[in-house]
T-cell receptor
Framework: GEDVEQSLFLSVREGDSSVINCTYTDSSSTYLYWYKQEPGAGLQLLTYIFSNMDMKQDQRLTVLLNKKDKHLSLRIADTQTGDSAIYFCAEGGLTGGGNKLTFGTGTQLKVEL | DARVTQTPRHKVTEMGQEVTMRCQPILGHNTVFWYRQTMMQGLELLAYFRNRAPLDDSGMPKDRFSAEMPDATLATLKIQPSEPRDSAVYFC???????????FGQGTRLTVV
């Protein structure tokens, strides 16, 4: 079955870059996603990348995809205290006409002053 | 503004009681997901529906959990009887089409004592 793995914690200083990594197993994934969860809230989509792309940039966010190694990363430039949250990587595949998302365990990002 | 609405936000109940959680997907969305989040297991997909039909409920304990969509504007997740190990945050999410962003609700925090 599908499996998505992430490291549990990351701590960075404000202004530095953060890199959150993710590995997945399902090579048939069509899209790969990054979601952000702030305390007490639901998940919010940050960005996604189509599986035939290597890189996607969106303002301070850069997503890199190595399809051969099934490795996905999210880089946050100039990390701010407001970026402190849990970040989930997810893979999506078409199953029976629907899009089933499989989430990783989440990486808790702590931004220190 | 369009959002997924879940009720109740918090629920404390005694072991053995029936619990019903409700979700109103974003109007027009045809895919609804139920996820459970715990510290130990992370985010687990319990069930999902497309056009009100259940596509996959393999993640759901069948003996006590049931998920339905009585109509396009309401999804329910029921636990009967509830057990302390069911304590978690239950998220509903909705989406549109074969591969789109899944919009999450705020979640229902369930505590079974």
């Amino acid at each position: 079955g599908e499996d998505v793995e992430q490291s549990l914690f990351l701590s960075v200083r404000e202004g530095d870059s953060s890199v959150i990594n993710c590995t997945y197993t399902d090579s048939s994934s069509t899209y790969l996603y990054w979601y952000k969860q702030e305390p007490g809230a639901g998940l919010q989509l940050l960005t996604y990348i189509f599986s035939n792309m290597d890189m996607k940039q969106d303002q301070r966010l850069t997503v890199l995809l190595n399809k051969k190694d099934k490795h996905l990363s999210l880089r946050i430039a100039d990390t701010q205290t407001g970026d402190s949250a849990i970040y989930f990587c997810a893979e999506g595949g078409l199953t029976g006409g629907g899009n089933k998302l499989t989430f990783g365990t989440g990486t808790q990002l702590k931004v220190e002053l | 503004d369009a959002r997924v609405t879940q009720t109740p936000r918090h629920k404390v109940t005694e072991m053995g009681q029936e619990v019903t959680m409700r979700c109103q997907p974003i109007l027009g969305h045809n895919t609804v997901f139920w996820y459970r989040q715990t510290m130990m297991q992370g985010l687990e997909l319990l069930a999902y529906f497309r056009n009100r039909a259940p596509l996959d409920d393999s993640g759901m304990p069948k003996d006590r959990f049931s998920a339905e969509m009585p109509d396009a504007t309401l999804a329910t997740l029921k636990i009967q009887p509830s057990e302390p190990r069911d304590s978690a945050v239950y998220f509903c999410a909705s989406g549109l089409g074969a591969n789109t962003e899944a919009f999450f609700g705020q979640g229902t925090r369930l505590t079974v004592v």
